[in-house]
């Protein structure tokens, strides 16, 4: 009896720390992570919003790079730090859409972690180069229906989000494109401009410069919206494909176990960062749309990208470098 009360009292008291320490949060600087090195797209989308969400929580963030397996070694840290909302993630999607199909991980890619909200979507661009004969999607289509072993796309990567782009451009139009996969965007987009390569699924922010300045031809993005860095070019969806959608997007989370009183102070925060327009401008030159989601939304987002691209995955055979 003494050991059940025990045991009692002290789980109470837990539970009674727990919340003194959520109702005090945050009380001390909040580190973030990313999942890549500082100068890229990740860090791009962290620093203006960290500087709008500090203060609103009263506290220095200090953003710390944690790069590996695109993002992976990121997410398996996180998973195992203390949920005491003092250590977050601001994650890409492949952790937890792609790469679990990919490989095994030592993470569940909900049940591993508190998520806390997404914060912006961003998709590919399908551009080619400026004299190509392709001025539409509906061309690039035609053209491999009518010499299926003739064309490709390129992009930075295998089994990256413009890889999983061209796939499933290739699923929804029955055509066949051979994927050519560069070392990075960089070089991938120097081919193009060099009209080395039919054509490339790119990420927006690479393509803003030389699109403006007539380099390369846009033919789609693959959002279900139109960007607003490429507002005169349409979606998939509107070209035809009804529900295209392969959108990379960033969101803030922590380990499992979080308080909810924690996750509410962090998501009324972010909400309320996301009503910022200047921050929502600076994510448009970035390429990435502001679209900030309760936990809730942004869970429902997780299962449904996890479940796509895991058939896409499975239906084209795509394999990890």
């Known amino acids: 009896m003494f050991k059940k009360i025990t045991v009692i009292a002290l789980a109470l008291a837990s539970a009674w720390a727990t919340h003194a320490q959520a109702q005090g949060y945050p009380n001390k600087p909040i580190r973030v992570v990313l999942g890549y090195t500082a100068g890229g797209a990740a860090d791009a989308v962290a620093r203006p919003l960290m500087r709008v969400l500090e203060p609103l929580l009263g506290q220095a963030i200090i953003v710390e790079p944690k790069p590996g397996t695109a993002g992976g070694v990121a997410a398996e840290f996180i998973s195992k730090v203390a949920p005491d909302g003092y250590t977050l993630y601001l994650a890409d999607g492949g952790p937890f859409t792609t790469a679990p199909h990919l490989s095994k991980v030592s993470y569940h890619h909900l049940n591993s972690f508190t998520h806390i909200g997404h914060v912006c979507s961003t998709g590919s661009i399908m551009v080619v180069h400026p004299t190509s004969p392709f001025k539409s999607v509906a061309d690039v289509v035609a053209a491999a229906k009518k010499e299926p072993d003739k064309w490709s796309y390129g992009t930075s990567g295998i089994a990256g989000p413009h890889h999983f782009s061209g796939e499933l451009l290739k699923s929804v139009s029955g055509v066949n494109l051979l994927h050519i996969p560069y070392k990075g965007g960089a070089p991938a987009m120097t081919d193009l401009m060099g009209n080395q390569v039919p054509m490339l699924f790119s990420s927006l922010a690479a393509a803003v410069g030389p699109y403006?300045?007539?380099?390369?031809?846009?033919?789609?993005?693959?959002?279900?919206?139109?960007?607003?860095?490429?507002?005169?070019?349409?979606?998939?969806?509107?070209?035809?494909?009804?529900?295209?959608?392969?959108?990379?997007?960033?969101?803030?989370?922590?380990?499992?176990?979080?308080?909810p009183e924690l996750v509410a102070r962090l998501s009324q925060a972010l909400l309320k960062a996301g009503e910022d327009k200047n921050l929502q401008e600076q994510f448009?030159?970035?390429?990435?749309?502001?679209?900030?989601?309760?936990?809730?939304?942004t869970v429902e987002k997780i299962k449904s990208d996890h479940a796509k691209w895991g058939k896409v995955i499975k239906d084209a055979n795509i394999k990890a470098e």
């Open 284 to 297: 448009k030159q970035l390429g990435c749309d502001a679209e900030f989601l309760t936990p809730a939304q």
């Open 212 to 259: 403006k300045s007539g380099k390369l031809r846009a033919l789609a993005v693959t959002s279900p919206k139109r960007s607003g860095a490429f507002p005169d070019v349409p979606t998939m969806d509107e070209l035809g494909y009804k529900g295209f959608d392969s959108t990379g997007w960033f969101e803030l989370m922590g380990p499992a176990g979080m308080a």
